[in-house]
Nanobody, 126 residues
Framework: QLQLVESGGGLVQPGGSLTLSCAASGFTLSGYTVGWFRQAPGEGREALSCSSDRDGSSNTADSVKGRFTISRDNAKNTAYLQMNSLKSEDTAVYYC???????????????????WGQGTQVTVSS
């Protein structure tokens, strides 16, 4: 069974950092494009960052650029989202998703992705 499992969420104070992990099981993450998304209560799903194995492309949303960094370790079958300088508006459920053999270019929409994790809650509050 193809599965993505996020972990690393939690409660953090404003200005703090968290690293989210996205572990793949049932398939090899190598060759897949990995995207990170978030959804705050009452809001739509927002694309945050993408990493492509196909062409090495990546992108990061302006809302988190300079604070969030996507990375991946295919040997560990895991992708990561390093989040620094967290703000209260970063509070949301964070999801990772995978799409086989695609560029990140033009793939900002969540509907492109085939596999999704269950999400992990990130709460930024003092």
């Amino acid at each position: 069974q193809l599965q993505l499992v996020e972990s690393g969420g939690g409660l953090v104070q404003p200005g703090g950092s968290l690293t989210l992990s996205c572990a793949a099981s049932g398939f090899t993450l190598s060759g897949y494009t990995v995207g990170w998304f978030r959804q705050a209560p009452g809001e739509g799903r927002e694309a945050l960052s993408c990493s492509s194995d196909r062409d090495g492309s990546s992108n990061t949303a302006d809302s988190v650029k300079g604070r969030f960094t996507i990375s991946r370790d295919n040997a560990k079958n895991t992708a990561y989202l390093q989040m620094n300088s967290l703000k209260s508006e970063d509070t949301a459920v964070y999801y990772c998703a995978a799409l086989y053999w695609s560029s990140c270019v033009g793939k900002e929409g969540s509907h492109y992705y085939d596999y999704w994790g269950q999400g992990t809650q990130v709460t930024v509050s003092s």
